[in-house]
């Protein structure tokens, strides 16, 4: 309604401007210049003068031309443009006139030239009626403006709240959230059969909030919910209520639930409630009183004394921590869910959703990107899955491959490669060796997660970076591994200081994270040999001033010692890492020569440099792997264009048969097409047995590399384990 309203006045102002413009165009190319306004009497001496050459009149309106010093140069611009006019009153002023005129003849036996205009000039009746037509719209638009300002100031406490109805999305597709599903799926039991549940004496949930964080799912599946119970949708954002005006807020929450009661059963969702819902009295400074009745109103509407039957409150929030406890109990809302990030198969559900309109390559395992993208949200992976789609596309593809969707993952991580900045040829040296000793850490260290991908282009913030993706998803995280996460962080500063001579402030970020855990170990997790089982952190509060003169709860001797345990714990780290990395010096001068040639190598290469291959033998494995992509790529592409051309030929028999059938083509052209069809449908056979056979090899080559590189990799490690025995 508020777009054909907006259409309606922008329509009036158009016509307006165009009316205006015509009048003014009209006006000017018909009146012109009359010239000066003289007297009947001052017209007759100047004819008799013979100082007139030409004369028009329409009616009783008349203009003249002087025959000498005329304004009007040029004959045909008359009478458009004259240098004098007159009116005559009478018919003995016109009979006079005429006289004049004929009772001149000038040296060269001519005449005045007398020409007149019998049509009616409809113009000048029409722009003064446009003009005053004009005038009316004008006034008629101004009026509907004001009287929009007037309703909009009436209806300013009325909700912005959309209603939406046949919504499409289904339970079915979403996937990652199964738990969170069954709890709502009895909301749209209730919505659609409330008997089965009230003869047993139990009453509809109120409201249902959904708590978790950013990207989640959470307004997907109230939209589910409106899909699959087929009732109307009431969606409004928390900070929608919220105004500079006093008493809006609460007025649009009367409004909200007054529009609910009409269209029940129906359902209120309510996105970023914390918006409205925060804790009451709290913070420093006192409380926002506008919010605050807004959320009074709300609780009000939500349980108040007048029953909302057939209502049921949905509200979404990543912030449950600063809800008014009031809103949280139950009569208000029931019941919390709490929709996690998705687990490896609901990652992999997710993934199969996105990807159905998406043309993947059949070499993609979906397992495995389950597997590698651990704490991704359904929002992730979305603009995973987005992002590869734009690489593949950009680079020509037919289809989305592997390399495609690794590269979405590291842009949705830490965004796109910065492969244009000019980086100098010591701080590509320095990066190849720091992201050297991250890896080799990360290989050696027991509790590491693997190695995907180690760059020193620069992505982010980062001038390089080393991407470990873990196997599953664990919960927990135990004392080694984040002894040995540690220690993987201080291998980049410590790569720097064995083979550089020297340290730099690319360290700054691993130095940073480092600490924090190893504060975290000491002060939350009770994983320092002095403390034990205790906790001296401080409990983290969202308002400033109920902690604003709050102090630590222990001693400032106390804080030394947590102090000196922080650095036992990284010391120790420090010199188990700097040890390996001196034991591997070899293989990490071997990766860090790679980077420097190829800038970015994949799980495979790092394989095969930590089971012993050389610089040229892994340069030549990924070259011959970029050949053979190029390959897979230009058949691809060969592919497709041999589809479309099928596509299109098979279109042409369906035409030639039917051709054929009404008499209008010979049975041999028929022929003709059929055997084109034939000889296309055999070059795409004998293409895809090329295909098929090229990836058979390539399956052989890759096994074998594979099994050789765990037998060299079981030997070093034997070798290793041998020489630590010795």
Not at 150 to 169: D, Y
Not at 274 to 300: C, I, K, S, Y
Not at 423 to 440: F, L, M, N, P, W
Request: aromatic share 6%.
């Amino acid at each position: 309604m508020e777009k054909k309203t907006r259409r309606f006045n922008l329509t009036y102002i158009i016509l307006l401007i165009l009316v205006i413009s015509v009048c003014i165009y009209l006006g000017t190319q018909r009146s012109g210049d009359a010239g000066e306004k003289i007297t009947t009497f001052e017209a007759v001496q100047m004819i008799e003068d013979e100082k007139v050459s030409h004369v028009w009149y329409q009616g009783t309106e008349f203009r003249i031309r002087l025959k000498v010093d005329s304004k009007v140069e040029k004959a045909e611009d008359f009478p458009l443009f004259a240098d004098y006019n007159f009116s005559i009153g009478t018919e003995a002023e016109q009979e006079l006139i005429m006289q004049a005129i004929n009772g001149v003849t000038f040296a060269d036996g001519t005449k005045i030239i007398l020409t007149h205009d019998d049509v009616v000039d409809y113009w000048s009746y029409i722009i003064p009626v446009l003009y005053v037509g004009g005038g009316i719209l004008l006034i008629v638009v101004f009026y509907k403006m004001m009287n929009k300002s007037n309703n909009s100031a009436m209806t300013f406490g009325r909700s912005k709240a959309r209603q939406t109805s046949n919504i499409k999305v289904r339970f079915s597709d979403i996937a990652g959230a199964d738990e969170e599903k069954e709890e709502l799926a009895e909301i749209v039991e209730f919505l659609k059969n409330p008997r089965k549940f009230t003869n047993l004496g139990a009453r509809i949930p109120k409201g249902v909030l959904l708590v978790g964080n950013p990207g989640t799912g959470k307004t997907l599946l109230a939209r589910a919910v409106a899909g699959e119970s087929n009732v109307p949708f009431l969606s409004i954002s928390g900070s929608d209520f919220v105004e500079m005006f006093v008493g809006v807020g609460a007025s649009r929450v009367r409004d909200l639930f007054d529009q609910a009661k009409k269209n029940a059963p129906c359902i209120v969702f309510i996105d970023e409630i914390d918006a409205v819902g925060r804790q009451r009295g709290a913070g420093l400074g006192g409380g926002n009183d506008e919010r605050e009745q807004t959320l009074n109103q709300l609780l009000v509407e939500m349980d108040g004394f007048e029953a909302n039957e057939g209502i049921i409150v949905l509200a979404a929030t990543n912030r449950s921590d600063v809800l008014d406890p009031a809103l949280m109990r139950p009569g208000r809302f029931d019941r919390q869910i709490y929709v996690h990030a998705p687990d490896v198969r609901g990652r992999e559900g997710i993934i199969k959703i996105h990807a159905r309109n998406k043309p993947i390559d059949s070499e993609v395992d979906f397992k495995t990107l389950a597997r590698i993208t651990s704490g991704f949200t359904g929002a992730d992976i979305e603009n995973m899955l987005n992002e590869a789609a734009i690489l593949a596309a950009r680079a020509g593809r037919a289809k989305i491959v592997m390399e495609d969707i690794t590269e979405g993952i590291n842009k949705v991580i830490m965004g796109p490669q910065k492969k244009s900045l000019l980086v100098t040829e010591k701080d590509k040296k320095i990066t190849a060796y720091h992201e050297s000793g991250h890896a080799i850490l990360a290989k050696k260290l027991e509790h590491c997660e693997d190695v995907q991908e180690v760059s020193i282009i620069p992505r982010g913030m980062a001038a390089g970076y080393t991407m470990s993706r873990p196997d599953s998803d664990d919960n927990h995280l135990t004392y080694g591994k984040l002894n040995d996460e540690i220690a993987m962080i201080m291998g980049g500063r410590i790569a720097e200081e064995v083979f550089m001579d020297d340290i730099s402030t690319g360290a700054s970020n691993d130095i940073q994270k480092a600490t924090e855990i190893a504060k975290r170990m000491v002060t939350e997790w009770g994983m320092s040999d002095k403390f034990g089982f205790m906790n001296l952190g401080q409990k983290e509060e969202i308002f400033v001033g109920r902690d604003y003169q709050t102090k630590n709860s222990y001693s400032e001797k106390t804080a030394s010692e947590i102090d000196a345990e922080i650095h036992k714990i990284l010391q120790n780290n420090y010199a188990r890492a700097k040890k390996i990395i001196e034991s591997n010096k070899d293989v990490l001068i071997e990766m860090a020569e790679i980077l420097l040639v190829k800038e970015t190598i994949y799980k495979e290469e790092v394989d095969l440099i930590i089971s012993g291959k050389t610089k040229d033998e892994v340069v030549q494995y990924m070259e011959q792997k970029l050949a053979q992509q190029r390959e897979k790529d230009k058949k691809r592409k060969q592919e497709q264009e041999i589809a479309i051309r099928l596509a299109d030929i098979e279109q042409k028999v369906r035409t030639a048969e039917f051709y054929y059938k009404n008499g209008k083509i010979s049975e041999q052209d028929l022929q003709k097409l059929l055997q084109a069809k034939n000889a296309m449908l055999a070059e795409i056979k004998a293409l895809e047995q090329d295909m098929q056979v090229e990836q058979n090899e390539q399956e052989n080559v890759d096994n074998n590399l594979k099994e050789q590189t765990a037998q060299e990799s079981k030997e070093t490690e034997q070798k290793e384990n041998n020489n630590e025995e010795n």
